[in-house]
T-cell receptor
Framework: GIQVEQSPPDLILQEGANSTLRCNFS?????LQWFHQNPWGQLINLFY???GTKQNGRLSATTVATERYSLLYISSSQTTDSGVYFC???????????FGEGTQLTVNP | DGGITQSPKYLFRKEGQNVTLSCEQN?????MYWYRQDPGQGLRLIYY???????QKGDIAEGYSVSREKKESFPLTVTSAQKNPTAFYLC??????????FGNGTRLTVT
């Protein structure tokens, strides 16, 4: 099956800093999503982005499908951005989504 | 409001007992999924269903069973054959060419 690798595994920032999270995948995809898991375990859909660039406030994402990676940018980070960020993908051959291991982000005040 | 409801939020069981986790959605989504998450880990797919009365095993289906008798409902049974059932269980659904949406999860503790 498809392999999904996220980097870095852990990231510690001071409030106000910017960061870039990366997701590499091993096959062509027809769906890619970025999720934020908050400290209570809720998974919030950030972006549905199989290709191209999207922005939502301080967050933006870019997927370069031909090179098999996606980037999540967080600008002017806040303590509420802390949590785990997951990338998930599915291939054209099926509907199942495979998750990466996540990036644990800690934003300190 | 449309969404995915998982119940209960916390569940405690004795070893050797089967337990069923509920997942209901009113988003009119065809596909539904069950994932398991262990502390500090990613999400692993247990079972998924793309249509009523049909479902497929995911990566860690052993010790679990599901049914899909209605479009809105996709219950997961954790059987006594599951060696390490204590975990956080997440249900999700999605429509055709649309994002995956999650419920709030059920934390199962088996002692």
């Amino acid at each position: 099956g498809i392999q999904v690798e996220q980097s870095p595994p852990d990231l510690i920032l001071q409030e106000g800093a910017n960061s870039t999270l990366r997701c590499n995948f091993s096959d062509s995809v027809n769906n890619l999503q970025w999720f934020h898991q908050n400290p209570w375990g809720q998974l919030i859909n950030l972006f549905y982005i199989p290709s191209g660039t999207k922005q939502n406030g301080r967050l933006s994402a870019t997927t370069v499908a031909t090179e098999r990676y996606s980037l999540l940018y967080i600008s002017s980070s806040q303590t509420t951005d802390s949590g785990v960020y997951f990338c998930a993908v599915s291939t054209s051959s099926g509907s199942r989504l495979t998750f990466g291991e996540g990036t644990q982000l800690t934003v300190n005040p | 409001d449309g969404g995915i409801t998982q119940s209960p939020k916390y569940l405690f069981r004795k070893e050797g007992q089967n337990v069923t986790l509920s997942c209901e959605q009113n988003l009119n989504h065809d596909a539904m999924y069950w994932y398991r998450q262990d502390p500090g880990q990613g999400l692993r797919l247990i079972y998924y269903s793309q249509i009523v009365n049909d479902f497929q095993k995911g990566d860690i289906a052993e010790g679990y069973s599901v049914s899909r008798e209605k479009k809105e409902s996709f219950p997961l049974t954790v059987t006594s054959a599951q060696k390490n059932p204590t975990a956080f269980y997440l249900c999700a659904s999605r429509g055709q060419n649309s994002p995956l949406h999650f419920g709030n999860g059920t934390r199962l503790t088996v002692t």
